[in-house]
């Protein structure tokens, strides 16, 4: 769920009325929301979700998304970067001793879950917030 507003204090409200909707939401469809296990990224910090009187934990990171409070995505990228590097080397370590097909099952059950997981949140973001420029001026 994503919130926004104009101040702290509409920010505040607006998140404890969605929270408490989605919680009404989950109870007519018979689920739980298991407030111990939930978690909010809040900007600026000053915000204080509750539900059952029970403060939702504020994170730096959730379900593997990173997000700083300048709202880029650089430590996120990096992280996927590093993963997929790691990658890089043991698909040229293996790129000759396996079938192409052997080689892209690989690659969609390793490699293609890092690119796509939270594409949904961090895609549409401005191309300088999600990559580094690099100087081509040689």
């Known amino acids: 769920m994503f919130i926004s507003g104009l101040d702290v204090n509409t ?3 607006k998140s404890n009325y969605w929270i408490k909707a989605l919680n009404q939401w989950f109870i007519v469809n018979r689920l739980h929301v298991n407030v111990e296990m939930t978690n909010i990224m809040v900007f600026p910090e000053n915000i204080s979700v509750k539900l059952y009187e029970i403060t939702i934990t504020k994170v730096e990171h959730c379900l593997g998304i990173f997000l700083d409070e300048t709202l880029t995505w650089s430590h996120h990228t990096d992280i996927v970067y590093s993963k997929l590097m ?3 080397g ?5 790129r ?3 079938p192409l097909s052997v080689l892209r099952n690989i690659y969609f059950a390793f490699v293609y879950p890092h690119i796509l997981y939270g594409i949904e ?3 549409n973001t401005k191309k ?4 580094k420029e690099t100087d081509n001026t040689d």
Do not use: C, R
């Not at 043991?90 to 293996?94: A, M, N, P, W």
């Open 11 to 13: 920010l505040n409200q």
């Open 86 to 88: 790691k990658y890089v």
């Open 90 to 94: 043991i698909f040229d370590k293996i």
């Open 96 to 98: 000759n001793k396996l």
């Open 121 to 123: 949140v961090y895609a």
């Open 128 to 131: 300088l917030y999600t990559f």
